[in-house]
């Protein structure tokens, strides 16, 4: 039996490179044609089994803090409000900016973020309804959470009314501050899934090494291309 290729957001959590076999095992490996890899199972939605493309939409689980591949028809059950929490909801496609509003290296260094580049998350709780933001970085080990600072984010926030702007669960803040770069985007959740596993991949040595960094400038050269500018009074469109 065929195994299945990993689905959706899975295929960015795969390890971080293939392990080669040894010169004797690679000498003596048959090469008939049965011995050819097999082309990878199509990608299926996770709540109706239904084969998707890879321009299927994701629908976000808060209760289980994951992310699920969804046809089209199951993604439009989930993108309107009823009021409750709700355990599922779909993710937008909205990528914004606001160019009104640069993020400074030094409004950065107020957040005590020892790294370049994290991305920041509005929480519910789906037992107790409440809400927190909480911030993450993208690393060789996956997602790591730091403390945030929150009385210095809600100063952030007074002056930067796209950090406000997020939907709760579904929607991120991320942020790429060093001597070059002062990005900052409104995002769907799914894109930082998917930057957290390009880092897992691609991650080498102490730094990261070229290909992570080159990986990060593609990551953000695509918000740039895709992001429209930040406008307050339609900020829930």
Same mark, same amino acid.
């Given at each position: 039996m065929t195994p299945r290729a990993p689905s959706g957001l899975a295929r960015f959590a795969g390890p971080a490179a293939p392990v080669p076999a040894p010169a004797s095992a690679q000498a003596s490996a048959p090469t008939s044609q049965s011995a050819q890899p097999s082309a990878p199972a199509p990608d299926r939605c996770e709540m109706c089994d239904t084969e998707i493309d890879d321009r299927h939409g994701h629908v976000a689980d808060l209760e289980k803090r994951s992310i699920m591949c969804a046809c089209r028809a199951c993604y439009l059950l989930f993108t309107r409000e009823t009021g409750d929490v709700q355990r599922y909801r779909a993710?937008?496609?909205?990528?914004?900016?606001?160019?009104?509003?640069?993020?400074? #290296?030094? @409004?950065?260094? =107020?957040?005590?973020? &020892?790294?370049?580049? %994290?991305?920041?998350?509005?929480?519910? /709780?789906?037992?107790?309804?409440?809400?927190?933001?909480?911030?993450?970085?993208?690393?060789?080990?996956?997602?790591?959470?730091?403390?945030?600072?929150?009385? #210095?984010? @809600?100063?952030? =926030?007074?002056?930067? &009314?796209?950090?406000? %702007?997020?939907?709760?669960?579904?929607? /991120?803040?991320?942020?790429?501050?060093?001597?070059?770069?002062?990005?900052?985007?409104?995002?769907?959740?799914?894109?930082?899934?998917?930057?957290?596993?390009?880092?897992?991949?691609?991650? =080498?040595?102490?730094?990261?090494?070229?290909? %992570?960094?080159?990986?990060?400038?593609?990551?953000?050269?695509?918000?740039?291309?895709l992001s429209r500018p930040f406008q307050p009074e339609a900020a829930d469109g």
């Open positions: 993710v937008p496609d909205r990528r914004l900016h606001d160019p009104a509003h640069p993020m400074t #290296a030094a @409004e950065w260094e =107020r957040l005590q973020i &020892p790294v370049a580049v %994290a991305f920041f998350m509005r929480t519910t /709780a789906f037992d107790t309804h409440q809400e927190s933001i909480t911030a993450f970085y993208p690393g060789p080990a996956g997602a790591t959470e730091c403390l945030l600072d929150l009385a #210095a984010w @809600e100063r952030l =926030r007074d002056d930067h &009314p796209l950090l406000a %702007a997020p939907q709760p669960d579904v929607e /991120a803040i991320v942020i790429r501050s060093d001597t070059e770069h002062g990005d900052c985007y409104l995002v769907p959740v799914d894109t930082c899934y998917e930057l957290v596993g390009r880092m897992r991949m691609q991650w =080498r040595g102490f730094d990261g090494g070229d290909e %992570a960094r080159a990986s990060i400038d593609s990551y953000f050269d695509e918000l740039r291309r």
